[in-house]
Antibody
Framework: EVQLVESGGDLVQPGGSLRLSCVASGFTFSSHWMNWVRQAPGKGLEWVANIKEDGSEKYYVDSVKGRFTISRDNAKNSLFLQMNSLRVEDTAVYYC??????WGQGTLVTVSS | DVVMTQSPLSLPVTLGQPASISCRSSQSLVHSDGNTYLNWFQQRPGQSPRRLIYTVSNWESGVPDRISGSGSGTDFTLKISRVEAEDVAVYYCMQSTHWPFTFGQGTQLEIK
């Protein structure tokens, strides 16, 4: 079964850092672009970042550039999102997504003092 | 960034009746490779989004054929021929032709 399982979401103060992880199973992880998409409470969807199969290309939405870093470990079938200088507006459920077709269950990041 | 505009944002529909959602992009979604990367997603309450349609009109596995996608260039439509109770959800269009990928605002389908 194709599956993506996120973890690492937590309550953090503004200016703090958090690292999200996503473990993939049931498919050849190293053959797919991987993505992070977020959804603020009661709001719509926002594509945050993506990374090429071999990690050689990475793209970020403007609102997170310079603060978030996407990475992957193909040997461990894992995707990561390092989030620094967190802001209240980063509060959201963060989804790990394979291409655009397979979504994880999401992990909640709350940025609040 | 490409702006995706959906209408309506709220769609009350009687069971068994058709429903249609429009999605317009601020620029053409035709990629240099000739494909048009316009996708439709369904998000039921409390669930992760689920892709229904990719590249305008291709069904994801398991999606009933009463749900269909059409369009070209900058104008796209998701149609449900006969609405069922399981269709209650928020529907999003999304373009993955231009980075950053962008979503429409979402359309809430409810049973009248």
């Amino acid at each position: 079964e194709v599956q993506l399982v996120e973890s690492g979401g937590d309550l953090v103060q503004p200016g703090g850092s958090l690292r999200l992880s996503c473990v993939a199973s049931g498919f050849t992880f190293s053959s797919h672009w991987m993505n992070w998409v977020r959804q603020a409470p009661g709001k719509g969807l926002e594509w945050v970042a993506n990374i090429k199969e071999d990690g050689s290309e990475k793209y970020y939405v403007d609102s997170v550039k310079g603060r978030f870093t996407i990475s992957r470990d193909n040997a461990k079938n894992s995707l990561f999102l390092q989030m620094n200088s967190l802001r209240v507006e980063d509060t959201a459920v963060y989804y790990c997504v394979r291409g655009s077709s397979v979504w994880g269950q999401g992990t909640l990041v709350t940025v609040s003092s | 960034d490409v702006v995706m505009t959906q209408s309506p944002l709220s769609l009350p529909v009687t069971l068994g009746q058709p429903a249609s959602i429009s999605c317009r992009s601020s620029q053409s979604l035709v990629h240099s490779d000739g494909n048009t990367y316009l996708n439709w997603f369904q998000q039921r309450p409390g669930q992760s989004p689920r892709r229904l349609i990719y590249t305008v009109s291709n069904w994801e596995s398991g999606v009933p054929d009463r749900i269909s996608g059409s369009g070209s260039g900058t104008d796209f439509t998701l149609k449900i021929s006969r609405v069922e109770a399981e269709d209650v959800a928020v529907y999003y269009c999304m373009q993955s032709t231009h980075w950053p990928f962008t979503f429409g605002q979402g359309t809430q389908l409810e049973i009248k």
